[in-house]
């Protein structure tokens, strides 16, 4: 049975960092592509960032590139996202999703854990 279970989120000030971690377990990542995505209240569940299979190629949303780095452990398991200079707006529930894919120009994938929240206050 895979399971994954998100890390790392907590209250932040506007302009901090925090450091997600996302831990994988009943099957391999390696050679998966795998990803974030967020739900804020009200809203629906959105992309934030993903890396392939070998972690040689990565997407992000418009609206954290240069700020979140998308990054992965194979060996360990676990992918991380990595969140700089963050804004109100980042706050959401964080998901890590495992074969994401893109799906009528969005992406997409397969999650299996609570996810972490992250808070950013002004």
């Known amino acids: 049975q895979v399971q994954t279970v998100e890390s790392g989120g907590g209250l932040v000030q506007a302009g901090g960092s925090l450091r997600l971690s996302c831990t994988t377990s009943?099957?391999?990542?390696?050679?998966?592509?795998m990803g974030w995505f967020r739900q804020a209240p009200g809203k629906e569940r959105e992309f934030v960032a993903g890396i392939s299979g070998t972690g040689g190629t990565t997407d992000y949303n418009d609206d954290v590139k240069g700020r979140f780095t998308i990054s992965r452990d194979n060996v360990k398991n676990m992918v991380f996202l990595e969140m700089n200079s963050l804004k109100t707006e980042d706050t959401a529930v964080y998901f890590c999703?495992?074969?994401?894919?893109?799906?009528?120009?969005?992406?997409?994938?397969?999650?299996w854990g609570q996810g972490t929240q992250v808070t950013v206050s002004s």
């Open positions: 999703g495992t074969d994401i894919f893109r799906l009528g120009g969005k992406w997409t994938g397969d999650f």
């Open positions: 009943g099957r391999t990542i390696r050679g998966i592509s």
